[in-house]
Protein backbone atom coordinates (compact mmCIF):
# COMPACT_ATOMS: atom_id res chain seq x y z
CA UNK A 1 0.00 0.00 0.00
CA UNK A 2 1.08 3.62 -0.58
CA UNK A 3 2.01 5.87 1.78
CA UNK A 4 -0.06 9.68 1.14
CA UNK A 5 0.06 12.62 3.16
CA UNK A 6 -3.20 14.29 4.68
CA UNK A 7 -3.34 16.54 1.77
CA UNK A 8 -2.79 13.97 -0.70
CA UNK A 9 -5.69 11.88 0.88
CA UNK A 10 -8.02 15.02 0.45
CA UNK A 11 -6.76 15.88 -2.91
CA UNK A 12 -7.69 12.29 -3.99
CA UNK A 13 -11.31 12.67 -1.85
CA UNK A 14 -11.97 15.72 -3.31
CA UNK A 15 -11.29 14.33 -7.11
CA UNK A 16 -13.58 11.43 -6.28
CA UNK A 17 -11.27 8.79 -6.09
CA UNK A 18 -11.10 5.88 -3.24
CA UNK A 19 -8.48 6.81 -0.63
CA UNK A 20 -8.96 3.02 0.47
CA UNK A 21 -5.79 0.76 -0.15
CA UNK A 22 -3.65 3.85 0.92
CA UNK A 23 -2.04 4.75 4.00
CA UNK A 24 -1.61 7.73 5.87
CA UNK A 25 0.95 7.70 8.40
CA UNK A 26 1.58 4.11 8.12
CA UNK A 27 -1.85 2.97 8.98
CA UNK A 28 -4.62 2.10 6.05
CA UNK A 29 -7.33 4.57 5.47
CA UNK A 30 -9.75 2.08 6.07
CA UNK A 31 -8.77 2.49 9.75
CA UNK A 32 -8.78 5.90 10.35
CA UNK A 33 -12.35 5.83 9.22
CA UNK A 34 -12.90 3.19 11.57
CA UNK A 35 -11.08 5.26 14.24
CA UNK A 36 -13.61 8.22 13.08
CA UNK A 37 -16.25 5.51 13.36
CA UNK A 38 -15.52 4.77 17.24
CA UNK A 39 -14.59 8.92 17.99
CA UNK A 40 -18.30 9.21 16.36
CA UNK A 41 -20.18 6.44 18.52
CA UNK A 42 -18.09 7.78 21.72
CA UNK A 43 -19.44 11.55 21.34
CA UNK A 44 -22.74 10.31 22.03
CA UNK A 45 -21.90 10.49 25.66
CA UNK A 46 -23.89 13.65 25.71
CA UNK A 47 -26.22 11.72 25.29
CA UNK A 48 -25.80 9.30 27.91
CA UNK A 49 -24.82 12.40 30.58
CA UNK A 50 -28.66 14.39 29.60
CA UNK A 51 -30.02 11.03 30.33
CA UNK A 52 -28.95 9.98 33.05
CA UNK A 53 -28.75 13.38 34.97
CA UNK A 54 -26.82 15.34 37.03
CA UNK A 55 -27.81 14.18 40.27
CA UNK A 56 -27.62 10.88 39.53
CA UNK A 57 -23.99 11.53 38.29
CA UNK A 58 -23.09 12.93 41.08
CA UNK A 59 -24.50 10.84 44.19
CA UNK A 60 -22.86 7.88 41.73
CA UNK A 61 -19.27 10.11 41.70
CA UNK A 62 -19.93 10.57 45.50
CA UNK A 63 -20.16 6.79 45.87
CA UNK A 64 -17.12 5.96 44.03
CA UNK A 65 -14.96 8.39 45.66
CA UNK A 66 -15.90 6.79 49.23
CA UNK A 67 -15.31 3.18 47.79
CA UNK A 68 -12.14 3.91 46.45
CA UNK A 69 -11.13 6.21 49.68
CA UNK A 70 -12.10 3.14 51.99
CA UNK A 71 -8.82 0.93 50.93
CA UNK A 72 -6.97 3.17 47.94
CA UNK A 73 -4.12 0.52 47.66
CA UNK A 74 -6.39 -2.56 47.36
CA UNK A 75 -9.28 -0.92 45.09
CA UNK A 76 -7.03 0.59 42.49
CA UNK A 77 -5.13 -2.45 42.74
CA UNK A 78 -8.35 -4.19 41.69
CA UNK A 79 -9.46 -1.95 38.80
CA UNK A 80 -6.28 -2.03 37.48
CA UNK A 81 -6.24 -5.94 37.48
CA UNK A 82 -9.32 -6.00 36.10
CA UNK A 83 -9.00 -3.23 33.15
CA UNK A 84 -5.20 -5.11 32.89
CA UNK A 85 -6.49 -8.65 32.27
CA UNK A 86 -9.52 -7.02 29.88
CA UNK A 87 -6.75 -5.56 27.28
CA UNK A 88 -5.12 -9.23 27.24
CA UNK A 89 -8.34 -10.26 26.67
CA UNK A 90 -8.87 -8.30 23.67
CA UNK A 91 -5.21 -8.30 22.82
CA UNK A 92 -4.86 -12.21 23.01
CA UNK A 93 -7.09 -13.32 20.05
CA UNK A 94 -5.54 -10.50 17.69
CA UNK A 95 -1.73 -11.80 18.04
CA UNK A 96 -0.31 -9.10 19.77
CA UNK A 97 2.93 -10.15 21.24
CA UNK A 98 3.18 -10.76 25.09
CA UNK A 99 5.59 -8.29 25.85
CA UNK A 100 3.34 -5.54 24.47
CA UNK A 101 -0.03 -7.46 25.88
CA UNK A 102 2.15 -6.83 29.25
CA UNK A 103 3.08 -3.78 28.47
CA UNK A 104 -0.22 -2.05 27.61
CA UNK A 105 -1.99 -4.11 30.44
CA UNK A 106 0.42 -2.93 32.90
CA UNK A 107 0.07 0.63 31.39
CA UNK A 108 -3.45 0.68 30.74
CA UNK A 109 -4.08 -0.82 34.19
CA UNK A 110 -2.40 1.21 36.02
CA UNK A 111 -4.09 4.08 34.73
CA UNK A 112 -7.31 2.83 34.99
CA UNK A 113 -6.59 2.32 39.00
CA UNK A 114 -5.68 6.03 39.23
CA UNK A 115 -8.45 7.62 36.98
CA UNK A 116 -11.03 5.90 39.17
CA UNK A 117 -9.87 8.42 42.05
CA UNK A 118 -10.28 10.95 39.90
CA UNK A 119 -14.17 9.89 37.88
CA UNK A 120 -15.58 10.11 41.60
CA UNK A 121 -14.83 13.89 42.05
CA UNK A 122 -15.14 14.55 37.98
CA UNK A 123 -18.84 12.91 38.23
CA UNK A 124 -19.94 15.73 41.24
CA UNK A 125 -18.34 18.51 39.07
CA UNK A 126 -21.46 20.64 38.09
CA UNK A 127 -19.26 22.11 35.05
CA UNK A 128 -19.45 18.24 33.98
CA UNK A 129 -22.53 18.39 31.49
CA UNK A 130 -20.93 21.50 29.64
CA UNK A 131 -17.59 20.55 29.51
CA UNK A 132 -19.37 16.75 28.00
CA UNK A 133 -21.17 18.70 25.46
CA UNK A 134 -17.94 20.45 24.48
CA UNK A 135 -15.40 17.50 24.42
CA UNK A 136 -18.62 15.37 22.26
CA UNK A 137 -18.69 18.00 19.78
CA UNK A 138 -14.68 18.20 19.13
CA UNK A 139 -14.64 14.24 19.13
CA UNK A 140 -17.71 14.43 16.40
CA UNK A 141 -15.94 16.54 14.40
CA UNK A 142 -12.97 14.54 14.15
CA UNK A 143 -14.42 11.04 13.92
CA UNK A 144 -16.74 12.06 11.26
CA UNK A 145 -13.76 13.87 9.37
CA UNK A 146 -11.88 10.40 9.07
CA UNK A 147 -14.69 8.89 8.51
CA UNK A 148 -15.21 10.91 5.61
CA UNK A 149 -11.51 11.01 4.48
CA UNK A 150 -11.82 7.10 4.48
CA UNK A 151 -14.93 6.74 2.04
Not at 17 to 23: E, I, N, Q, V, Y
Not at 34 to 61: C, H, N, P
Not at 62 to 83: D, H, I, Y
Given at each position: ?47 VV ?82 TR??SL ?14
Amino acid sequence: MADISYLDAWGMWLDGRSTLGHDLLGLPLLWWGRFGKILSFVSGATVVVDLVGLEKLSRYGERLARFMARKPSRNTFVVGLLTGGAVVLVAEPIGVPWPVEFVLGTTLGGAAGMLAFRLGSALQDPELPMATRWVSLGLFVLGFHFDLLAS
